[in-house]
């Protein structure tokens, strides 16, 4: 049991990869919004080779946090919580969480989390493989990631975490981006606040976000939990 950065060999069990500002924010506001399922690319250019083998696929993404011209999404919650896409299906490559769920090579079972989505992910994992290892994968070095895999990591254990402090330590994580975007030009800053409400949205989503390792990507499903 143990909670790890990208730095970490990702051993088998069960892993758990985190991602909260905002890849699966993001990938849990598409599936509320009736996407069917999102092929997670480890780079922009797989995903851009994804859409030439699946051209029914949307594709969805951010090069340091903003849209590529040739994508048809960027990776804002907001921005997917206006989105038609009842019935599709996504294509998701972004700079941190898609490239973590590629880090896990022969996991017993692989989920996609956020803090959106937290508790049902504690759920499924120990409907589904309750007593066995698990790691939980942060796939930022900003607090969010890290407030989010202590609160799933007190869920499996069967503590109740307070989920004041997790939106606390998504807040925080925040700040961080913030000073560190306030070091580019003005037109390469990402404006987190319209996305913010989403990121700290604790549990909305009542389901888990499974993955399915493929030859070079990785397919997640939503699952009730
Ligand atoms: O889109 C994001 O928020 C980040 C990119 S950055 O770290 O903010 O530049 O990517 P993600 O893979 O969602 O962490």
Redesign the pocket.
């Known amino acids: 049991m143990s909670i790890v950065g990208m730095d970490a060999e990702i051993s088998s069990g069960v892993v758990v990869v985190v ?1 909260v ?4 924010t ?1 990938a849990a506001v598409a599936f509320e919004r009736g996407v069917r399922d999102i092929a997670c690319a480890a780079s922009l250019d797989l995903g851009r080779e994804l859409r030439r083998r699946y051209p029914d696929r949307l594709l969805a993404g ?1 090069s ?2 903003l849209k590529p011209v040739d994508y048809d999404f ?3 919650p907001f921005e997917m919580s206006m989105a038609q896409v009842d019935g599709k299906r996504l294509i998701q490559a ?6 973590g769920l590629g880090r896990c090579l022969e996991p017993t079972a692989l989920l996609a989390a956020s803090a959106r989505n937290v508790s049902a992910t504690a759920r499924w994992v120990r409907a589904n493989h309750g007593g066995e290892p698990w790691t939980i994968l942060c ?2 070095r900003t607090e969010e990631d890290w407030a989010c895999a202590r609160h799933l990591s007190d869920l499996l254990q069967g503590v109740e975490p307070e989920r004041e402090r997790l939106v606390a330590g998504v807040m925080d994580g925040v700040a961080e ?1 913030s000073r560190s975007f306030a070091h580019r030009p003005v037109a390469d800053r ?1 404006d ?1 606040s319209v ?1 913010l409400p989403f990121c700290c949205d604790v549990d909305r989503s009542a389901f888990a976000m499974v993955g399915e390792i493929r030859d070079d990507h990785v397919v997640l499903t939503k699952v009730p939990a």
């Open positions: 991602d500002i905002r890849a699966f993001t951010e340091r946090g960027g990776n804002s972004t700079s941190n969480g898609t490239v796939t930022g981006r990402v987190l996305d």
